[in-house]
């Protein structure tokens, strides 16, 4: 029986389809829905390197990923600077209210409605752990951890037994 030449299937080819407009819209999406680039990949139906190496050699995938990546990305920078200053927000309390009987759409008799029974303004303190995140990734130079610190002069390390030769070392041991 002679050879049967099969064509190999896999992600040769495949980025055609993501790199129609149809894709990139898709792709995008995923991207500004928080999916990693693992998960993103995954969905294409090949493996991360692949989608790493699509983004190297297709400028459109990249840009639009990245433009994906960014409105979810200031969505969430945003978030953890409201939470580092705090902020007032107005909480509304909703409660069944009588109001004159009607029949509504379904046939059925209407005695109660919600209504806004209480407005209140809250407050959300200031989160320390927010507001040292922030300082820590914007502020490294002040706000790291770890300290740079130079020492200026010299270490001496004192030694009583230095210049002993390895016999008066060895009597030292055996008293």
């Known amino acids: 029986m002679g050879k049967v030449n099969k064509k190999k299937t896999g992600a040769k080819g495949k980025y055609l389809d ?3 407009p149809e894709g990139l819209i898709k792709l995008e999406g995923w991207a500004r829905d928080g999916l990693t680039d693992e998960q993103i990949a995954s969905n294409i139906g090949i493996s991360r390197s692949t989608l790493n190496e699509w983004k190297k050699k297709y400028s459109d995938i990249s840009d639009t ?3 994906g990546k960014e409105v979810v990305d200031r969505q969430v920078e945003n978030a953890l600077l409201k939470r580092a200053l705090g902020y007032e927000f107005e909480e509304v309390t909703y409660e ?3 109001v004159k009987p009607y ?3 379904e046939g059925n ?3 109660y409605e919600l209504g806004v029974t209480k407005k209140v303004k809250k407050q959300v303190a200031p989160d320390v752990t927010a507001q040292i995140f ?3 990734n914007r502020r490294p130079d002040k706000w790291r951890d770890k300290q740079d610190v130079e020492h200026s002069g010299s270490m001496e390390v004192n030694n009583p037994l230095k210049g002993l030769s390895t016999e008066e ?3 030292l041991i055996n008293k």
């Open 169 to 171: 070392l060895k009597k």
């Open 65 to 67: 990923l990245k433009r």
């Open 103 to 105: 029949i509504n759409d």
């Open 134 to 136: 922030w300082l820590k």
């Open 18 to 20: 993501w790199i129609k």
């Open 109 to 111: 008799v209407v005695e």
């Open 96 to 98: 069944p209210v009588p």
